[in-house]
């Protein structure tokens, strides 16, 4: 079945360590998204990529890096430069950049705890 | 730039009763309009979608129709189920931005 799949579910971090948080889809999708989620908010955009080998930063990208070498494929790293990493990470997919009149279809999130 | 404004809740309503979640937006120019769905410790599920002014997404007995002189999109159910209690997203697309565009969440409780 195509479909996004982030892993893992859940993921404990030291403070002071780095953590790749996976995200992969086989849906052929050309645009891809990393948001986080704290408890009662909304989401909130940490980068996107269009395209293979180029992505932006979004609204919170401090303390984060990604990467976008294959298509089907966006992690992103959790930096010990990030003060505050304790929060729900959700990943997203859709057709393209240009089309708008399409949804983006979401992986199951990791919850990523700082101990 | 770009934002989605929805109404706090958490909204309790017993079986039975009718939803309305409001929700406005501000954008340039003309996006495209979501509702999605989030069930406890998972990720988000498209509810429906409105492409251009007076289109109505429809799904699972929920309504939306994307009002451009208002620059609402109001979620509406005429007969809520338990089921339904989840939290509900609006979000906004346009191609300008390449962004989606999410509002704070509204919970939904219903009681039986």
């Known amino acids: 079945d195509g479909g996004i799949t982030q892993s893992p579910k859940y993921l404990f971090r030291k403070e002071g360590q780095n953590v790749t948080l996976s995200c992969e889809q086989n849906?052929?999708?050309?645009?891809m998204y990393w948001y986080r989620q704290d408890p009662g908010q909304g989401l909130r955009l940490i980068y996107y990529?269009?395209?293979?080998?180029?992505?932006q930063k979004g609204d919170i990208a401090e303390g984060y890096s990604v990467s976008r070498e294959k298509k089907e494929s966006f992690p992103l790293t959790v930096t010990s430069a990030q003060k505050n990493p304790t929060a729900f990470y959700l990943c997203?997919?859709?057709?393209?950049?240009?089309?708008?009149?399409?949804?983006?279809?979401f992986g199951q999130g990791t919850r990523l705890t700082v101990v | 730039g770009d934002s989605v404004t929805q109404m706090e809740g958490p909204v309790t309503l017993s079986e039975e009763a009718f939803l309305t979640i409001n929700c406005t937006y501000t954008?340039?120019?003309?996006?495209?309009l979501f509702w999605y769905v989030q069930y406890p410790g998972e990720g988000l599920q498209l509810l429906l979608k409105?492409?251009?002014?007076?289109d109505k997404g429809s799904n699972k007995g929920f309504e939306a129709t994307y009002r451009k002189e208002t620059t609402s999109f109001h979620l509406e159910k005429g007969s809520v189920q338990v089921s339904d209690s989840a939290v509900y997203f609006c979000?906004?697309?346009?191609?300008?931005?390449?962004?989606?565009?999410f509002g704070t969440g509204t919970r939904l409780k219903v009681l039986a």
């Open positions: 997203a997919s859709s057709t393209s950049g240009g089309a708008g009149n399409t949804e983006a279809f």
């Open positions: 849906l052929n999708h050309d645009a």
């Open positions: 990529s269009q395209i293979v080998n180029d992505f």
């Open positions: 954008a340039t120019g003309y996006p495209s």
């Open positions: 409105a492409t251009k002014a007076d």
């Open positions: 979000a906004l697309y346009t191609s300008g931005t390449y962004k989606y565009i």
